[in-house]
Every structure is written in structure tokens, then in C-alpha cells.
């Protein structure tokens, strides 16, 4: 289950049981007066952590993966070139 919590965000139940989340199954993150997501199933769950808390660990979440595409897509590499473009070999250049 490592890779699991990798791709996903973790929150604390009211029980204080920890809670492993899909942020991209997130409808809705209200606050009243504890924080309910609810998910496109429809299932709501409540959690210790405030709706602000829930969106930076989303916003996180969401900012390590497009780093991380970055540096392994060629089409976002090409979008984003390094600032040396020396420091990059040439294709055919040993």
C-alpha cells in the first residue's frame, strides 16, 4: 500500500483514524462546522482537518505530480527548458 499513499492525500477521520483519500474523487470540501467532503459517489466523510488544510493538501498533492511530468514528459520538458541550454547534450553528440 506505500505507492497508494503516494498518489493520494491523507486526512484524519473524527475518530482520529487515519483516512487515505483520492483527492481527484473530491466534489466538494465544505466547512459547517467540521469539514464534510463529499465524493462523486456521493458518499460524505468527515474529517479533523479544515477545509483550508484539506485544499493545501490537494493543491500539494496536485503540484509534486505536475513537477514530477516535468521532468519525465518530453512535451513539458520542451515547454519548460532548462535555464542552461548547454548543459543539455545534443542528440547524435557522444
Given at each position: 500500500m506505500?505507492?497508494?499513499v503516494l498518489t493520494m492525500i491523507q486526512l484524519t477521520r473524527l475518530n482520529n483514524q487515519p483516512l487515505v483519500v483520492n483527492s481527484d474523487l473530491i466534489k466538494f470540501v465544505e466547512h459547517a462546522?467540521?469539514?464534510v467532503l463529499t465524493l462523486v459517489t456521493g458518499e460524505k466523510v468527515v474529517?479533523?482537518?479544515t477545509s483550508d488544510e484539506v485544499l493545501q493538501k490537494i493543491t500539494s498533492f496536485r503540484r509534486?505530480?505536475?513537477t514530477g511530468l516535468v521532468g519525465e514528459?518530453?512535451?513539458l520538458a520542451a515547454a519548460n527548458p532548462p535555464?542552461?541550454?548547454a548543459a543539455v547534450p545534443e542528440a547524435g553528440r557522444d
Open positions: 506505500p505507492n497508494r462546522p467540521d469539514t474529517v479533523r482537518e509534486s505530480i505536475l514528459s518530453p512535451l535555464a542552461c541550454p
